[in-house]
């Protein structure tokens, strides 16, 4: 029998926020829970972010981001990924959001919006269940 | 009946207590879980008596109000001579936005200014830039000139009020504008009071908010302490911080550890730039967070005041005694709001500004209901200000001094921490100190780690947090969101373009030549930076020029 290969997901904090505590916390909780994190650390462009993220092959990006800059940023990472042809790659955003801009980033095509005090458990449930679904 | 019989009698009775009311009590009904814990994951007892404090001094640990060590207050009558200063974090959008929300504050019985700028500004960037997508007025004010400045500041009273300004790696060159904007309106500099934050180091280890590497990032504010110190007697130079090391995850006790190590670390500099100790040390001022746990939050304050002042008494050898208090600033925990059922932040305000207090500090920001939703709305700041009040005037605390002193527990407990903080001290210094650890990532590592587990405590209901793992509402929240002027950004640049035309190219590029000089060389770059500002060159022509002298510093990345 083969193992399934691990997921892989990129944990990333685009623009000049230095609150990482949030994507730390998501990182380790995804890594503990058997998947491959990889994060970038502080202040990355969108094109920094869709380069890693093309680089390191994941199959999800896990945007973090507290200066509500999100409006500015999101539609730019789905622009450059579908420039890129990788529409495919699951996309879920963490941080704090105002309740009206949350339709808005789902339409966008983020999968998963997750607020503060969202369990870890549920984001790799999430996580899992999205990418079984995309088989 | 001696002393040590009075504790022999106790130690027997508290035996006989344990065998007896206790253990009968205990096998009828056990209490609610087998051990109970801090927020910061701490042991607590079930119950502290004099034998738990025995071992500390009334006189030579908690002494009296005023007097060394400090551990009952800096001042001798505590709130009841003066009352804390209510000063409300506030910022956002344009320069106008941010100085009618602080006329507001003051019309409503604020005591003192605190400003919140914008990420571009922290991070030394103009409104114009490319890297500021979407950053624009989001968490605070926007300033790029001096112009923006006197804006910000236009008919606040400046010689009356003192101001706090929340800004870390450009800190010298906005102090350099609001010196600048004062002294336009006739106030001159040495009767000007106020914070600048200036805590870099904090930034390498929690807020984040860094440019340049280490070394010169703590030149630059050697410079601010040694300027301050010879021409604002009545500025606070940095306003070492434990807030944000708090926020990103850290336990109070290191919280506590990493704020008086780099607060040592600040001294060793100023000193061995040959700053007088005792010149400096009087303004060094500090800003603690006020989290959830009540108690411990009480000892954190209380063991601060007391670690400092024998670190500066004994380890700095300041003779002053201005220079051996440790006077702080304190705002209520952020990431303890929830976004669920926002309402009842309100009461977790009101707990955390207790504790902030009866810990005894000199000033206090109370975070707004909405925290963990938006940037505050100007109803949600009356409130969190009304806490303030109602805590100063109807609740009783502030009445008598430092009322919880002598408290089995939290003597212990301040003890205890002490003794932790020490231990934390022996670690830096083992890694070869605060810069050291900083880029081995001690501080870091810790912190994430805390972090870690707290959320664990939570998904394991360990911890109970109502409105989120416990006491669920599913109705989704309702509150008013601050709405910000949409057209400010356009208003900003066009200010911003304005400048740029208007001033004298050739002064500019004159001033930004002796700044990148200066910079190369090891002047004192106050004077620099304020011949720049008055020549209005931009916040970010500045900080490229020392971004170009300094280089850019990329931390080490730790999960």
Aim: hydrophobic residues 45%; contains cysteine; glycine residues 8%.
């Amino acid at each position: 029998m083969t193992q399934q290969p691990k997921i892989r997901v990129l944990i990333a904090k685009p623009g000049l926020d230095g609150h990482d505590r949030g994507a730390k916390v998501v990182a380790r909780a995804l890594r503990d829970s058997g998947m491959e994190v990889i994060y970038t650390g502080l202040r990355q462009t969108p094109e920094m972010i869709v380069e890693a993220a093309l680089q390191e092959d994941v199959d999800a990006i896990g945007l973090s981001i507290l200066s509500n800059a999100h409006m500015a940023l999101f539609p730019r990472v789905v622009e450059l990924l579908g420039a890129e042809g990788r529409r495919d790659i699951l996309l879920f955003a963490g941080g704090i959001f105002p309740d009206e801009d949350v339709p808005e980033i789902k339409k966008l095509g983020f999968r998963g919006v997750f607020g503060p005090g969202s369990d870890t458990r549920e984001i790799a449930d999430f996580i899992r269940a999205e990418i079984a679904a995309r088989g | 009946m001696t002393e040590s019989n009075a504790m022999a009698h106790l130690r027997a009775r508290q035996s006989a207590w344990e065998t007896g009311a206790l253990h009968e009590a205990l096998s009828r009904m056990p209490e609610r879980a087998e051990t109970f814990m801090t927020t910061s994951s701490e042991p607590i007892e079930r119950l502290y008596t004099p034998l738990d404090v025995a071992g500390i001094d009334p006189v030579d640990d908690i002494g009296f109000p005023g007097e060394y060590p400090y551990t009952r207050g800096v001042h001798p009558t505590g709130p009841r001579g003066k009352l804390w200063t209510m000063r409300m974090f506030a910022g956002f959008g344009t320069a106008e936005e941010t100085n009618a929300r602080f006329k507001f504050l003051l019309n409503e019985g604020q005591t003192g200014l605190s400003v919140a700028f914008d990420l571009p500004t922290l991070y030394g960037y103009d409104t114009d830039a490319p890297e500021t997508l979407g950053e624009f007025g989001k968490c605070g004010v926007a300033i790029c000139t001096l112009d923006d400045m006197e804006v910000l500041l236009n008919g606040l009273p400046l010689d009356k009020v003192t101001t706090s300004m929340t800004i870390n790696s450009p800190a010298a060159i906005i102090w350099a504008m609001y010196i600048a904007a004062a002294e336009k309106r006739g106030i001159p500099r040495a009767a000007l009071g106020g914070t600048i934050q200036n805590d870099i180091l904090k930034e390498y280890i929690a807020q984040k908010e860094f440019i340049f590497p280490p070394r010169p990032s703590m030149r630059l504010v050697t410079d601010t302490v040694e300027f301050g110190t010879r021409d604002l007697p009545l500025w606070n130079t940095i306003s070492i911080s434990g807030y944000h090391i708090r926020e990103a995850g850290a336990t109070a006790v290191q919280e506590l550890a990493f704020t008086l190590a780099d607060g040592m670390e600040y001294v060793r500099w100023a000193i061995a730039r040959g700053v007088d100790v005792d010149a400096f040390a009087p303004r060094l001022s500090f800003f603690f967070n006020a989290h959830n746990d009540f108690f411990e939050e009480v000892a954190k304050f209380r063991a601060a005041r007391r670690i400092w002042a024998r670190a500066m008494r004994e380890r700095f050898g300041a003779k002053r005694e201005r220079s051996w208090l440790l006077r702080t600033h304190a705002q209520t925990a952020g990431a303890s709001l929830t976004a669920q059922q926002p309402e009842i932040n309100v009461a977790r305000v009101a707990l955390q500004a207790m504790a902030a207090v009866l810990g005894g500090t000199q000033s206090l920001h109370t975070n707004s209901l909405d925290e963990a939703l938006a940037l505050p709305s100007q109803s949600a700041v009356q409130i969190a200000l009304r806490t303030q009040q109602i805590i100063a005037h109807e609740s009783g605390v502030a009445n008598t001094v430092d009322p919880l002193g002598g408290s089995y527990f939290v003597e212990a407990l301040t003890t205890r921490m002490e003794r932790e903080a020490e231990r934390m001290f022996g670690e830096i210094e083992a890694l070869g100190g605060v810069l050291p650890a900083i880029e081995q990532g001690y501080f870091q590592r810790h912190i994430a780690d805390s972090a870690a587990r707290y959320q664990h405590e939570i998904e394991q209901r360990q911890r109970l947090v109502v409105g989120v793992n416990a006491y669920v509402d599913a109705a989704p929240p309702r509150v008013p969101i601050l709405k910000m002027d949409r057209d400010g950004e356009r208003r900003q640049l066009e200010r911003l373009a304005r400048v740029k035309r208007e001033r004298d190219a050739e002064a500019v590029s004159a001033r930004l030549a002796a700044l990148r000089e200066g910079a190369r060389g090891s002047a004192n770059l106050m004077p620099l930076l304020l011949e720049a500002v008055l020549a209005r060159a931009t916040l970010q022509e500045m900080m490229d020029v020392l971004r170009g002298v300094f280089g850019v510093y990329q931390e080490p990345v730790i999960l």
